[in-house]
């Protein structure tokens, strides 16, 4: 509320006039009663499923970030495809995610993420 209005009064008649020009958007009125979500009620269909976790799970996925074991020199796609390689789990994927923050190892194992160039030049 503006500091202008603060405090004063408005007259019966103001009050009138502000009742009868006020749009009821309640209900029927408003403009997106009736109109369902765009995926409301919708499922995907199992092609589309797969589709969508294909290109968004492991190293096609755009967020991925490639980590590197300085024992073994080994650079990965994504942090659970190394944590399913080196420790047969990809649950310790945070692990190793957990390890490189806090600069520690995991069963024996240094872990770092590794840095891409990008070479603008050639795009």
């Not at 103001?14 to 006020?22: D, L, V």
Request: net charge positive; charged share 35%; glycine share 8%.
């Amino acid at each position: 509320m503006s500091e202008r209005n603060t405090g004063s009064k408005r007259t019966e008649e103001t009050k009138q006039k502000m009742r009868e020009n006020h749009f009821d958007c309640s209900g029927k009125n408003n403009p997106a009663y009736g109109k369902p979500g765009t995926m409301l009620g919708k499922h995907h269909t199992p092609e589309a499923k797969e589709k969508i976790q294909k290109h968004s799970t492991g190293a096609s996925n755009p967020r991925a970030k490639k980590v590197k074991c300085l024992e073994t020199g080994q650079i990965f796609n994504w942090i659970k495809g190394a944590a399913l390689e080196m420790y047969g789990d990809k649950k310790r994927g945070s692990w190793i995610s957990k390890s490189i923050q806090q600069n520690k190892t995991v069963e024996g194992f240094t872990w770092e993420f590794v840095k891409e160039d990008i070479d603008y030049e050639s795009k």
